[in-house]
Structures are given as C-alpha cells and as structure tokens.
T-cell receptor, first 118, second 111 residues
Framework: GAVVSQHPSWVICKSGTSVKIECRSL??????MFWYRQFPKQSLMLMAT?????????EQGVEKDKFLINHASLTLSTLTVTSAHPEDSSFYIC??????????????FGNGTRLTVT | DQQVKQNSPSLSVQEGRISILNCDYT??????FLWYKKYPAEGPTFLIS?????DKNEDGRFTVFLNKSAKHLSLHIVPSQPGDSAVYFC??????????FGKGTHLIIQP
C-alpha cells in the first residue's frame, strides 16, 4: 500500500514554456502532499507543501508564481513550472503521508520527474 | 545552516560485513527520524524510522540507533549485500511538516 505515482518521469522542454507535473496517491487520500527538488549529487530540498482545497505553502526562496501548485482533490497535486529556464532543470519529486501527519509516519515518494530545459 | 548532517559522502564496505551510516541533527525539537534509500533517477524508498521516545528500532537486517543527548542517529546494515549499494538519506520530521534531509551517503558494497 501507500503508492505515490508521478508523471511524467522525464520531460524536455524549450526555454520559456511551461511544464506540468502530476502527483497521485493511488491507494490512499492525502490532504497534504510535499514537493521536493534535487540537484545532481545534492540533498532533496523541500520546495512547498501542497494543501487540498487551499493555497500551497512555499519554502523560503521558492517563487510561488514560478512554481504553481494545485491540489484540487485528495489524490492529486500538480506542480507547474512556468516560463521554464535552463536553471530550472532538476529532478522534482513529490511525496505524501498516508496518515495525514496525525502520527509519526513516513512520507512515501513518487519516482520523480527529470526536467530538462533547453 | 544545515539541520541534518551526513558527514560521509561515501562509504565502501565488503559484502557480508556491517555497514554503519551516521547522521547528526541540530534541533532537539525533532521527534521523528527516518532513513531512506535512493537509486539514481528514482524517488527515495522508506527503510526504517524511530521516534524520539525510543533509542533503537530493528527491522530485519536494518537497525537504527538514536542518541538524543548527542543528537545523533545511525543506521546499521548487517550483513551488507550488493543490493544495498545506493545513496542513503537521513531525514527528520517535526509533527506534520515535510521531511528535512541530509546530503546523503553513497554506500558501495564490494563483492
């Protein structure tokens, strides 16, 4: 159980275009999902917390107008990278907590999306 | 300022021996600690966790130790197997917040 599916697994786009990444919880409902970003050989950095039915909470230094997050249902959150630039090229990973943060519980991660902006 | 530190970027261990991965944290308010395993171009996979009320948790070949006074935790893998070769991330969680990760340790199991 506790499967998180992320799509697409990789995408190449041209500079200035927008890219949407989907994150789905397949066998549980998630009021909260988390979006991470990983640069090569670096740690996973939390970008934002996606809240179902309300605005996302962004970490310091993350531009909310550039990284649009929509959490329209209890099983789907989307991250849209708007007006992408080469420096946005990275590995984006989403995660969700089947227990909704009520108890100490691990987050389960999707398989990530490799974004390359040319 | 890093809240979670994994000071060894890489570790090489012979197959069958014990692998010990270390992690230090700075904030004594963290109450839940986790280890994840990650392969390139994949999401992290949850391995084992421990809450602050315990000092040891064991699951098969994996044991996590927590030393709250030293703000230190470690992951022991014994015996180490070739399939254990991966990057291991230490992570902490406070309440319902997202995880804060260390920089990872690349474990290499030598045959």
């Amino acid at each position: 159980g506790a499967v998180v599916s992320q799509h697409p697994s990789w995408v190449i786009c041209k500079s200035g275009t927008s890219v949407k990444i989907e994150c789905r919880s397949l066998d549980f409902q998630a009021t909260t999902m988390f979006w991470y970003r990983q640069f090569p050989k670096q740690s996973l950095m939390l970008m934002a917390t996606s809240n179902e039915g309300s605005k996302a909470t962004y970490e310091q230094g993350v531009e909310k107008d550039k990284f649009l997050i929509n959490h329209a249902s209890l099983t789907l959150s989307t991250l849209t990278v708007t007006s992408a630039h080469p420096e946005d090229s990275s590995f984006y990973i989403c995660s969700a907590d089947p227990d909704g943060g009520l108890n100490n519980s691990p987050l389960h991660f999707g398989n990530g999306t490799r974004l390359t902006v040319t | 300022d890093q809240q979670v530190k994994q000071n060894s970027p890489s570790l090489s261990v012979q197959e069958g021996r014990i692998s010990i991965l270390n992690c230090d944290y700075t904030n004594s308010m963290f109450d839940y600690f986790l280890w994840y395993k990650k392969y390139p171009a994949e999401g992290p996979t949850f391995l084992i966790s421990i809450s602050s009320i315990k000092d040891k948790n064991e699951d098969g070949r994996f044991t996590v130790f927590l030393n709250k006074s030293a703000k230190h935790l470690s992951l022991h893998i014994v015996p180490s197997q070739p399939g254990d070769s991966a990057v291991y991330f230490c992570a902490v969680r406070g309440g319902a917040d997202g995880l804060t990760f260390g920089k990872g340790t690349h474990l290499i199991i030598q045959p």
